[in-house]
């Protein structure tokens, strides 16, 4: 585990490749700036990268009150590893972090059952983005949010509304 500062420009080189392969082609530069910064949790063997899982610090407001969030971002592990608990242990230990370091957890997903296994919940209200004094309804979104609520956002209420503030690329 280590932040994006103390990485080697060779070992972030062999997470963005491992990036890259995992979603065949179509994790943006957009998608790499987001995934960098916070914690990593790395999966090595044999010196390759076969998983990993990164938290970086955003703010939510969900409802009405804004939280200190640990979004996770970069979540893959090589497909010669799926299936053998790699990724289950890289977010075992980024759902540790987030629970350590921030009010809440937060990522985007299309693999709910995967997230469900280590607490995660769907957010089931409406999602937003906030673009300079502009809210706008991020509709696409709103079944691919899952969060992790615990200590200050245990009483969350799912169904409030969920916006974070507008960045290059997904915005969620």
Not at 50 to 64: E, K, M, W
Not at 111 to 128: A, L, N, V
Not at 136 to 158: A, H
Request: net charge negative.
């Amino acid at each position: 585990m280590f932040t994006t500062t103390e990485a080697s420009s060779s070992r972030l080189a062999d997470i963005r490749r491992l990036m890259d392969v995992a979603f065949d082609g179509g994790f943006t530069d957009d998608d790499w700036e987001h995934t960098l910064g916070g914690w990593h949790v790395v999966m090595v063997e044999d010196d390759d990268v076969i998983s990993h899982a990164a938290v970086v610090t955003r703010v939510l407001i969900a409802g009405t009150q804004p939280l200190r969030t640990g979004y996770v971002e970069g979540v893959a592990t090589a497909k010669a590893k799926m299936g053998q608990g790699f990724g289950s242990q890289a977010m075992a230990t980024v759902t540790e972090i987030v629970r350590r370091d921030y009010e809440f957890g937060a990522l985007g997903t299309g693999r709910h059952s995967f997230y469900e296994r280590h607490g995660w919940e769907r957010w089931q209200g409406p999602t937003f983005v906030q673009d300079g004094d502009e809210l706008l309804r991020t509709e696409e979104d709103d079944n691919g949010i899952m969060v992790l609520r615990f200590g200050p956002s245990e009483e969350i209420d799912l169904a409030a509304r969920l916006v974070c503030r507008s960045r290059s690329g997904d915005d969620w």
